[in-house]
């Protein structure tokens, strides 16, 4: 073979694997950027669930600890004491207020749309009951016993399964 079909054949080889070369190099850079692309997506995703899951976290916490409040309200012979129970009593309540406006706030599928109407109903259903409550554990003249009793049957019969529905 002479030289010059040598380098006849050399050119177009080295131009077909050169542009094969860079071929290469942009698959790559391509299937990186896809890589970091699903990367982010699944950092969002998993961010998000995060989030929900704190505010739902946040959400039961505070239906428990209004709960346990409202018993020992019910107990607590300190008119002080009360106060700061009734105080810690409302704060809980805004918590969980606040909770819940960011989670509707959020992107919700479809059956986290769902279970949350399902706990504003139950949150309906057991609020006016702690009002009530309440109203008979914080009233000046104090209760008498037929109070008393109204009381601990909302307690036990509405408000704690009302509470113990949104877990």
């Not at 003249?141 to 109070?147: P, Q, S």
């Not at 307690?155 to 949104?166: L, T």
Request: no cysteine.
């Amino acid at each position: 073979m002479d030289s010059q079909t040598t380098r006849a054949t050399t050119l177009p080889l080295l131009l077909g694997f050169s542009l094969l070369l860079i071929l290469m190099g942009v698959q790559v850079i391509q299937a990186l950027s896809g890589i970091r692309s699903m990367r982010e997506d699944m950092q969002q995703i998993v961010e998000d669930k995060l989030v929900k899951n704190n505010l739902a976290q946040a959400m039961l916490s505070s239906a428990r600890e209004r709960g346990m409040i409202l018993t020992l309200i019910y107990y607590e012979e300190d008119p002080f004491e009360r106060d700061e129970l009734t105080i810690k009593f409302s704060n809980y309540a805004g918590s969980y207020l606040a909770a819940r406006e960011k989670l509707r706030a959020m992107n919700l599928s479809p059956e986290e749309r769902e279970v949350l109407v399902k706990l504003d109903k139950q949150t309906e259903q057991g609020t006016p009951a702690m009002s009530r409550v309440m109203s008979l554990l914080l009233s000046d003249e104090g209760m008498n016993e037929l109070e008393r009793d109204e009381a601990m049957v909302l307690i036990r019969d509405i408000a704690i399964p009302a509470r113990e529905a949104v877990s």
